[in-house]
C-alpha cells in the first residue's frame, strides 16, 4: 500500500478554466511557503481530456500513484465539448471518478455560504438568502455512480437498454452519516437526511440506518429525514432551515447544484472529499471547486478563482491541521470582496471588474 507523504500537494488543473484557477492556487500556496515558513512540497499533472490529448487516457498510472501518495490533490476542473463524443471509459470524467472510488473518498462537503456582499447576486430574494450557511454532505463512491450491474446492452426488436444499479450498505451509509453528525456538532447541531426512502428500497435501508446510527451515537443532535424532491423545494422555499443536509451521491450532485446558486456564483464555493483517517492520523482527499470546466470563458482570464482558493481553505482546515492559517486566508477573501473588488461572474454596479489573476493578487495582497 502506497503511503502518504506528508505535506505533499498534488496540483491538477485539468480542463477549462482549471488551469488559470489552479494557478491562482499555487501563487497562495507558494505564498504560505516563503511567509509562513510552510513547506508544502508542490507537484503538478495533467488530468482529463487533456491528459486524453496526450496520453490517451484521462489519467495515467503514474499520475494515479502521485495522487495515492500526496496528502492534498488540488483539482481544478475536467470536461468540456471536444471530449464529449469519446467512449465512456476515456471520457475526462472517469479520471475524477477513479480517483474519488480509488482513494475511498466517500464524503464529499459542499459549503453553501452566501456572502453579505454578494447577497444580491443571487436569483432569490435578500432575506431568503441573507446569512445563509448549510453543508451538503454527499456520499461519494456508492449509489448510482458506481453500482454494478451496469452498461448499454442491446435487447430484442432492434432496441438497447441502459442499466444503472442504486445499491447502498449498511456500513456506506453510516460512515458518511457520521460525517455529517460530527460535522452538525460543530455547527447548529441539525442534521437533515434526504433520499427518496418512499420509491427506493436503497432509500429506506438510507433511513434506518441513519436513525440507527443517530439512536446508538448521536441523540444530541437535531435529526430529521426529508424526502429528495422535498428538500430541492425546501431548499429554494426557506434553505435557512437546513444547517447540514446528508445524502447519497446522486442527490448529492443536484442538491449541491441547486444549493450552490442561493449564494449567487458557482465561482465562490469549493469543496472538499474527504477519506477515512487511517490508523496513523493519515487521511487522503482532494480539494476542487463545485463549478465545472466552464469551456465558453475559458483561457479568457476572467474566471474566478474563489471557489480554488476556498477549497485550499478547507485543505488547510482538514488535511494539513492549519486552521489559523485557514482563517487568514478566508479573511483575505472577505476583504478583497469588501474593496468592491469582483471577478466578471460577480460583478454589480459600483464594482470593479478584476481579472482571474488580479483576483489572485488582490488575495494575497490581503494576506501580507
Ligand atoms: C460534481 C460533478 C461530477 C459529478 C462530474 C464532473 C462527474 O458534477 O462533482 O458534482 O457528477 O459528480
Ligand atoms: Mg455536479
Known sequence: MIKVK????????????????????????????????????????????????????????????????????????????????????????RALLKLRKELKLFANLRPAICFEQLVDASTLKPEIVSGLDIMIVRELTGGIYFGEPRGIKPIENGERKGINTHTYTTSEIKRVARVAFDLARKRSNKVTSSEKSNVMEAGQLWREEVQELHNKEYKDVELSHMLADNCAMQLLRNPKQFDVIVTDNLFGDMLSDQASMLTGSLGLLPSASLGAKNKDGEMRAMYEPIHG?????????????????????????????????????????????????????????????????????????KLQ
Open 6 to 93: 506528508k505535506r505533499k500537494i498534488l496540483l491538477l488543473p485539468g480542463d477549462g478554466i482549471g488551469p488559470e484557477v489552479i494557478r491562482e492556487v499555487r501563487k497562495i500556496i507558494t505564498w504560505f511557503n516563503d511567509n509562513k515558513s510552510l513547506d508544502f512540497e508542490i507537484d503538478q499533472e495533467l488530468i482529463g481530456g487533456c491528459s486524453y490529448d496526450k496520453h490517451g487516457t484521462p489519467i495515467t498510472d503514474e499520475v494515479f500513484y502521485k495522487a495515492l501518495e500526496s496528502e492534498v490533490i488540488m483539482l481544478g476542473a475536467v470536461g468540456g465539448p471536444t471530449w464529449d463524443s469519446l467512449e465512456f471509459s476515456k471520457k475526462p470524467e
Open 293 to 365: 470546466s466552464a469551456p465558453d470563458i475559458a483561457g479568457k482570464g476572467i474566471a474566478n478563482p474563489i471557489a480554488s482558493i476556498l477549497s485550499f481553505a478547507m485543505a488547510l482546515r482538514y488535511s494539513l491541521d492549519l486552521d489559523k492559517e485557514a482563517d487568514i486566508l478566508e479573511k483575505a477573501v472577505q476583504d478583497v470582496l469588501n474593496d468592491s473588488l469582483r471577478t466578471k461572474d460577480i460583478m454589480s454596479d459600483s464594482m470593479k471588474e478584476i481579472s482571474t489573476s488580479a483576483m489572485g493578487d488582490a488575495i494575497i495582497s
